[in-house]
Protein backbone atom coordinates (compact mmCIF):
# COMPACT_ATOMS: atom_id res chain seq x y z
CA UNK A 1 0.00 0.00 0.00
CA UNK A 2 0.75 3.71 -0.80
CA UNK A 3 0.47 5.97 1.56
CA UNK A 4 -0.31 9.73 0.06
CA UNK A 5 0.47 13.13 2.12
CA UNK A 6 0.44 16.17 0.85
CA UNK A 7 2.38 15.63 -2.74
CA UNK A 8 4.51 12.94 -1.27
CA UNK A 9 4.06 9.34 -1.57
CA UNK A 10 5.72 6.35 0.12
CA UNK A 11 5.43 2.89 1.03
CA UNK A 12 5.99 3.12 4.67
CA UNK A 13 3.67 4.54 6.69
CA UNK A 14 6.19 6.25 9.24
CA UNK A 15 8.05 7.97 6.87
CA UNK A 16 4.57 9.21 5.61
CA UNK A 17 3.53 10.41 8.99
CA UNK A 18 7.35 12.25 9.78
CA UNK A 19 6.74 13.95 5.85
CA UNK A 20 3.53 15.23 7.00
CA UNK A 21 4.20 16.42 10.69
CA UNK A 22 7.31 18.25 9.45
CA UNK A 23 5.20 19.61 6.55
CA UNK A 24 3.44 21.09 9.57
CA UNK A 25 5.81 22.03 11.86
CA UNK A 26 7.32 23.81 9.23
CA UNK A 27 4.70 26.65 9.11
CA UNK A 28 6.16 30.01 9.88
CA UNK A 29 5.91 31.03 13.51
CA UNK A 30 2.58 32.54 14.96
CA UNK A 31 0.39 30.67 11.69
CA UNK A 32 -2.40 29.02 12.11
CA UNK A 33 -2.08 28.78 15.98
CA UNK A 34 1.39 26.27 15.82
CA UNK A 35 2.91 28.03 18.98
CA UNK A 36 -0.20 29.20 20.93
CA UNK A 37 -0.09 27.42 24.07
CA UNK A 38 -1.84 24.24 25.21
CA UNK A 39 -3.04 24.27 21.34
CA UNK A 40 -2.46 20.47 21.74
CA UNK A 41 -2.76 19.72 25.42
CA UNK A 42 -1.66 21.32 28.56
CA UNK A 43 1.87 22.83 28.43
CA UNK A 44 1.95 21.46 24.68
CA UNK A 45 2.03 23.57 20.95
CA UNK A 46 0.89 22.17 18.13
CA UNK A 47 4.74 22.72 17.29
CA UNK A 48 5.85 20.35 20.22
CA UNK A 49 3.63 18.07 18.89
CA UNK A 50 4.68 18.37 15.41
CA UNK A 51 8.19 17.61 16.67
CA UNK A 52 7.41 14.80 19.29
CA UNK A 53 5.52 12.45 16.49
CA UNK A 54 7.93 13.10 13.76
CA UNK A 55 11.04 11.62 16.27
CA UNK A 56 8.62 9.19 17.88
CA UNK A 57 7.93 7.61 13.81
CA UNK A 58 11.65 8.00 12.45
CA UNK A 59 12.41 6.08 15.62
CA UNK A 60 10.12 3.35 14.22
CA UNK A 61 11.64 2.70 11.46
CA UNK A 62 13.39 -0.32 10.96
CA UNK A 63 13.46 -1.52 7.77
CA UNK A 64 15.97 1.32 5.90
CA UNK A 65 18.67 0.96 3.24
CA UNK A 66 21.89 2.37 4.92
CA UNK A 67 22.40 5.63 2.87
CA UNK A 68 18.63 5.87 4.14
CA UNK A 69 19.14 4.95 7.40
CA UNK A 70 22.42 7.56 7.77
CA UNK A 71 19.85 10.23 6.62
CA UNK A 72 16.93 9.41 8.90
CA UNK A 73 19.58 9.70 12.02
CA UNK A 74 20.78 12.91 10.70
CA UNK A 75 17.21 14.37 10.76
CA UNK A 76 16.60 12.74 14.43
CA UNK A 77 19.69 14.36 15.52
CA UNK A 78 18.71 17.47 13.86
CA UNK A 79 14.82 17.61 15.06
CA UNK A 80 16.19 16.85 19.15
CA UNK A 81 18.79 19.22 18.72
CA UNK A 82 15.99 21.74 18.10
CA UNK A 83 13.05 20.70 19.53
CA UNK A 84 13.54 23.44 22.46
CA UNK A 85 14.72 26.22 19.99
CA UNK A 86 12.91 29.29 19.20
CA UNK A 87 10.16 28.66 17.12
CA UNK A 88 11.76 30.64 13.92
CA UNK A 89 14.72 27.68 14.40
CA UNK A 90 12.21 25.20 14.67
CA UNK A 91 10.28 25.69 12.08
CA UNK A 92 13.56 25.90 9.96
CA UNK A 93 14.73 22.44 11.32
CA UNK A 94 10.85 20.93 10.21
CA UNK A 95 11.30 22.37 6.57
CA UNK A 96 15.30 21.21 6.24
CA UNK A 97 13.54 17.76 7.99
CA UNK A 98 10.77 17.98 5.28
CA UNK A 99 13.04 18.40 2.32
CA UNK A 100 15.44 15.87 3.43
CA UNK A 101 13.39 13.29 4.04
CA UNK A 102 11.50 13.36 0.14
CA UNK A 103 14.55 12.03 -1.08
CA UNK A 104 14.82 9.21 1.42
CA UNK A 105 13.36 5.85 0.35
CA UNK A 106 11.97 3.34 3.02
CA UNK A 107 10.48 -0.19 2.41
CA UNK A 108 7.15 -1.08 3.32
CA UNK A 109 7.36 -2.67 7.25
Given at each position: ???????????NE?L????D???????????????E??S??????????????????????????????????????M??????????????????A????????????
Amino acid sequence: MDYVNGDEVTENEHLAEVIDVTREGSAQPGSAGYDEPDSAGPGVTLRDSCFHVAIENLQKIQSAPQESQEEIERVLRMLREAQNATNERRARVMAEAHETLQDVWVPPE
